[in-house]
C-alpha cells in the first residue's frame, strides 16, 4: 500500500526560532496492511520549514477503529521520525513524534 501526503501547519507556541514558525511538506509512505485495522510502514519526505529543508526518515503506524468500504472511518496514526535540515552546515538531526486521530472518508 502507498500513501501520499501533502500537509502544511503554523507554530502555536514558541514560533521565533528556526522550524518552528511554518511548514509546508510531502511525505510518502511505503506500507503493509497487517489486518483490516492496522496499517504500518516506513516512508521518506520533504518539509520547507521557515528556517530551511528538512528530509524525514519515519515509521508510521495506523489503526481504523471500525473500517467501512465508504463513508467516514474513525482513524489513530502515530509517527516516529528523524529529520536531516539540509540548510545548515554541520547537519542538524531533529527527532519527533506525530500522534493524531482523524476521520478519513
Known sequence: MDIFEVFGGFGLATTNVDYAQRVIGFDNIFGYQINKNFLSGFGAGLNFYNGGIG???????????????????????????CSFILTSFPLQIFLFTRKSGFKRS
Open 55 to 81: 528530509i524525514p526518515v519515519f515509521i508510521d503506524m495506523r489503526y481504523s477503529l471500525n473500517p467501512r468500504p465508504s463513508g467516514l472511518t474513525p482513524l489513530l496514526w502515530q509517527m516516529e521520525a
